[in-house]
C-alpha cells in the first residue's frame, strides 16, 4: 500500500510539473554557481547572493541575516541520485548553517541536508555529534527530530573537514534512505531513512538563520 501511495504521489507530481513546462532532470549536469548572484537560472530567497572567485574556484556567497535562506535552481526536478556540491562555512558557534535542499515543492516544503561547521571539531562529543543533520520540513524539523530521535538524524562528520575551509559533499538520494558522503569518503558520514513523503521536486542551496556561506561547484547526477 505504501508503494503504491508513493507511486500515485509520483504520478501527480509529473502531471504537474509538465503542466508547469518544468524539466526533469535525467542527464548528469553541473551548474555554474556563479550565476547565482544575477539570477540567471536561480530564485533567490531571504538573502543576498555575491559572485564568489577563490583562486581557481567560481561560486555564490551568501550574506548573513535572521531566517532561513534558499536559493533554487530554477526549471529542474530532481528525484533519486546524488547531489554533490563544494562548500565553506566557518568556525562561529550559532553562525554558519550551510547545505543542500532537494524534493522541494515550496519555499517552506522541502528536504535538507545541511553542515554545522561551528562544530567539526569542538571537542565536547554532543556537539561534534551535531555536525550534519538531515530535516524534513515543515513536518520534521530540527527540533522535533532531536528531541524525539535524538542522535538518528544527525552525526560527527568524518573525516573531519577544515571547519574554515573548503570541502566536498556527496549526498545520495534513494527513495528510502538520504546518505552524505564528505571528502570522497567510501563511508557515509550520516545514512537516514528518508521522512514524509516527499517525492521529485525543486534542488537547491540553503543557509540557516543569522548564517551566510560559500558554495561552488553544483553536480547533479540522478539515477536513471
Known amino acids: 500500500m505504501r508503494r503504491r501511495s508513493f507511486f500515485i504521489i509520483s504520478i501527480q507530481i509529473a502531471l504537474c510539473v509538465a503542466a508547469a513546462g518544468l524539466i526533469f532532470s535525467s542527464e548528469q549536469a553541473s551548474y555554474d554557481l556563479s550565476k547565482v548572484a544575477s539570477g540567471q537560472g536561480w530564485t533567490v530567497v531571504n538573502r543576498g547572493a555575491s559572485t564568489l572567485e577563490d583562486g581557481g574556484r567560481k561560486g555564490v556567497r551568501f550574506d548573513e541575516r535572521p531566517g532561513q535562506g534558499i536559493a533554487w535552481l530554477t526549471g529542474v526536478v530532481f528525484g533519486e541520485g546524488e547531489i554533490e556540491i563544494d562548500l565553506r562555512g566557518k568556525e562561529v558557534e550559532q553562525r554558519s548553517f550551510l547545505g543542500v535542499v532537494f524534493h522541494g515543492q515550496d519555499d517552506n516544503t522541502f528536504e535538507a541536508i545541511y553542515f554545522r561547521p561551528f562544530n567539526f571539531r569542538g571537542s565536547d562529543p554532543v556537539k561534534a ?9 515543515p513536518d520534521f524539523t530540527w527540533q522535533k527530530l532531536r528531541a524525539e530521535k535524538p542522535e538518528q538524524y544527525e552525526n560527527p562528520v568524518k573525516p573531519l573537514p577544515d571547519p574554515n575551509g573548503w570541502f566536498h559533499a ?39 538563520n543569522n548564517s551566510g556561506g560559500d558554495f561552488s561547484g553544483l553536480k547533479l547526477t540522478p539515477i536513471k
Open 129 to 137: 555529534g551535531h555536525s550534519v543533520q538531515y530535516v524534513s520540513h
Open 170 to 208: 556527496r549526498i545520495v538520494l534513494t527513495a528510502a534512505k538520504v546518505s552524505v558522503f564528505v571528502d570522497g569518503a567510501s563511508d557515509p558520514c550520516l545514512e537516514v531513512d528518508k521522512l514524509g513523503k516527499l517525492g521529485p521536486g525543486k534542488v537547491g542551496l540553503f543557509v540557516g
